[in-house]
């Protein structure tokens, strides 16, 4: 009797252990995705052992109700006590295995600044539908942003900023509505930004700066309402900026030097939300708009290294605030307005004029 009782013990124990396991499956899914990757500093893998990968994994994480494998949460750079004991950052080779489309409950993937990370991501991954945050930033990815992206309608991050990613943003893209975070920075993506680019209506960043994008700026922009930081710098963007991007509610940061823009400056950005401006090195023309007043504040307002001439308003004396602004390398000409805010900037904000004058300049 002791022996049966013992036995069915057992048994029930077996199966709680199994219950509370994650599924095999699961482990090994993990386990492949690990054997295409080379960690030597860190030993970050050497806690994958044994049949509970919801237990004690480094950087996984398990829905508490399925035991699925929910979160994958390995970062390169980390307060973690692992990388304070190495005394450095982490560096990883290999590639990101398939084998982690077979996670299918998988909520987030970060796999971020290993920066020897390397090949193409797996194009399976756009079939996770339960998908949220993409985040492969600082590695040495390459090969093309997969096409069929726009399958995943839960995504609210996606992040391959410093890879070598190429090719052109998919068409798939903009219908992700759910989508608030993009960070392309610093890659080899070419080609025109969608013209439809304003169906991402939950967008708050778009961080596409660093790339090989050309054509023009898409006027559709500017109906994503909830944009707030908007970094086009250093492309091959030309034609006008669109006068529609002054009259956006929350956006407060808009980057687009090192571009090849030309035409005027849209009055409407004078008067915005927009309080970072930085249209340098451009090719920009005309005058500087004389409609600054209570509504211009701005933190930093670069418009250097354009072909702007005419005198500085005297209006500028108006705003509400200007913290940095800097005019140089234009064709303006005249007396340099007194007061605030020329009163704290250095001549440095202003040389390389055709015929400006005045403090900090010379006299005129």
């Keep these: 009797m002791a022996l049966k009782l013992f036995i069915i013990a ?20 993990l386990l492949a995705f ?6 030597p500093y860190l030993g970050i893998f050497n806690s994958w052992s044994g049949y509970d990968c919801c237990h004690n994994w480094y950087g996984v994480s398990c829905d508490p109700e399925t035991r699925r494998v929910a979160d994958i949460n390995l970062r390169g750079e980390s307060e973690d006590p692992i990388f304070e004991r190495a005394g450095r950052t982490g560096y990883m080779t290999g590639t990101i295995s398939p084998a982690i489309c077979q996670l299918r409950r998988l909520s987030s993937i970060i796999i971020a600044d290993w920066k020897g990370i390397s090949g193409e991501i797996p194009t399976c991954i756009t079939s996770l539908p339960f998908l949220r945050i993409l985040d492969l930033i600082g590695n040495k990815l390459s090969g093309p942003i997969p096409a069929g992206i726009g399958r995943l309608q839960m995504l609210k991050v996606l992040n391959v900023a410093d890879n070598l990613i190429s090719a052109t943003i998919p068409s798939s893209l903009t219908r992700i509505s759910t989508l608030m975070h993009l960070d392309l920075r610093n890659n080899r993506i070419s080609g025109e930004l969608p013209r439809d680019f304003g169906r991402l209506g939950m967008l708050s960043r778009a961080l596409l700066s660093r790339n090989q994008f050309s054509g023009t700026i898409p006027s559709s922009i500017s109906n994503i309402y909830r944009l707030a930081d908007l970094d086009l710098s250093l492309n091959r963007l030309s034609g006008q900026i669109p006068a529609s991007l002054g009259k956006m509610a929350v956006l407060s940061t808009l980057n687009l030097d090192g571009n090849l823009i030309s035409g005027q400056i849209p009055i409407t950005l004078i008067n915005s939300a927009v309080s970072i401006l930085n249209l340098s090195r451009n090719a920009l023309d005309g005058e500087i708009p004389d409609a600054f007043g209570q509504g211009s504040y701005f933190t930093s307002l670069d418009l250097s290294y354009n072909k702007l001439r005419g005198p500085i308003p005297k209006s500028m004396a108006g705003a509400a605030y200007i ?11 005249g007396r340099i307005p007194a007061g605030s805010p020329f009163d704290h900037l250095e001549a440095s904000s202003f040389v390389y004029n055709d015929c400006l004058c005045g403090k900090p300049l010379r006299a005129c």
């Excluded at 709680?16 to 599924?23: D, G, K, Y």
């Excluded at 690990?34 to 960690?39: C, D, F, I, K």
């Design 10 to 29: 057992a048994v029930v124990l077996a199966g709680a252990v199994t219950v509370a396991s994650c599924p095999p499956t699961d482990r090994e899914a």
């Design 34 to 39: 690990r054997s295409a990757l080379h960690e």
């Design 323 to 333: 913290g940095h602004m800097d005019l140089s390398h234009n064709h303006l000409c």
